[in-house]
């Protein structure tokens, strides 16, 4: 995963967020890997001859390697997103000849 920040130095989450140089905001890129799975469910329902209508419930979880997010080769402390959890629900109408 990759966030764009503003600030000029590595520091605290805070420090980062709050920082700027010369009164200018500058962009930093933060990377912190993550393993993700998203098990889910599907229905499908033949509506008509080129129509279908689908139907898909799932869970997104996330593992975090580490708890830190890095700049460079430098370590931010306090980040956000250690990891998340979130349902999934979708509906699909997919059609063809």
Same mark, same amino acid.
């Given at each position: 995963?990759?966030?764009?920040?503003?600030?000029?130095?590595?520091?605290?989450?805070?420090?980062?967020?709050?920082?700027?140089?010369?009164?200018?905001?500058?962009?930093?890129?933060?990377?912190? $890997?993550?393993? #993700?799975? +998203?098990?889910?469910?599907?229905? /499908?329902?033949? @509506?008509?001859?080129?129509?279908?209508?689908?139907?898909?419930?799932?869970?997104?979880?996330?593992?975090?390697?580490?708890?830190?997010?890095?700049? $460079?080769?430098? #370590?931010? +402390?306090?980040?956000?997103?250690? /990891?998340?959890? @979130?349902?999934?629900?979708?509906?699909?109408?997919?059609?063809?000849?």
């Amino acid at each position: 995963m990759e966030l764009t920040l503003i600030h000029n130095e590595p520091g605290s989450f805070e420090d980062i967020i709050d920082g700027k140089k010369n009164g200018e905001p500058i962009a930093i890129n933060a990377s912190k $890997g993550f393993l #993700t799975l +998203k098990p889910k469910a599907s229905l /499908n329902y033949k @509506a008509t001859d080129f129509m279908v209508l689908k139907l898909n419930a799932g869970y997104l979880i996330t593992f975090s390697f580490d708890d830190d997010w890095k700049i $460079g080769d430098k #370590t931010v +402390k306090d980040g956000p997103l250690s /990891n998340f959890h @979130a349902p999934h629900l979708s509906l699909q109408v997919p059609f063809g000849f």
